[in-house]
């Protein structure tokens, strides 16, 4: 494992371009139906701005790739919307994640114009809502407006914080594959929380507050 580390961090750090257009796709693939609910894009910046710490890799060049990924992963999904319209629900991949779509459904009607900045982060629906506002023909005008503010608070609030926390664990004089065992463990740590609370809530254990028994 730790050798396995050791060569993702040589290579960012031999090629620091690739690192910029991961954050890029990464990004990207939270706004992609289905891809978004499955690639760990938020964790993986996290880690991969974590290690600009410790690599030749120029944090605004990061931030940069994180917003233009934002931006045009909800744009293509937006895009997708506008030209295939309801149409595009019914063929697979989609037509096999009903309960997705009308998840996402409801929270863009709920919402409005605001649903597109809410659903960057919010968990399942960020993959769906910019296809339900292009299939609902929401003015471009008012998508892109939400979808670049969006961003614009996204990608620093995963940039720099993943920066930071590298830079603290090398000042404890951890090297990188330690910020990578640290992000990791992390990472499964949160998800390892957030199926524990899941699961509490479902067998109503556990309630929000103001929530109704």
Not at 81 to 103: C, D, T
Not at 105 to 132: D, K
Request: charged fraction near 10%.
């Amino acid at each position: 494992m730790s050798s396995y580390l050791a060569e993702v961090f040589d290579f960012f750090a031999t090629h620091p371009h690739y690192a910029y257009w991961a954050v890029f796709l990464l990004a990207l693939s939270e706004a992609i139906p289905i891809v978004g609910t499955v690639v760990p894009g938020s964790t993986l910046v996290l880690a991969i701005s974590a290690l600009a710490a410790k690599a030749d890799i120029n944090a605004w060049l990061l931030l940069v790739a994180a917003i233009g990924g934002c931006i045009a992963g909800d744009g293509f999904s937006f895009w997708l919307g506008q030209h295939y319209h309801q149409e595009i629900l019914r063929y697979w991949p989609l037509n096999r994640f009903p309960r997705f779509i009308a998840r996402s459904e409801s929270f863009f009607n709920r919402y409005g114009a605001a649903s597109v900045f809410l659903a960057r982060f919010t968990a399942v629906v960020r993959a769906f809502v910019p296809l339900i506002a292009g299939i609902l023909r929401m003015p471009a005008g008012q998508f892109y407006a939400a979808n670049i503010l969006s961003a614009v608070i996204w990608a620093p609030a995963h940039v720099f914080p993943g920066l930071l926390f590298g830079i603290l664990v090398s000042l404890a004089g951890y090297g990188a594959q330690e910020i990578v065992v640290f992000v990791i463990a992390a990472m499964i740590l949160g998800w390892a929380l957030f199926r524990a609370v899941r699961w509490y809530l479902d067998r109503g254990i556990l309630r929000w507050p103001g929530s109704r028994k």
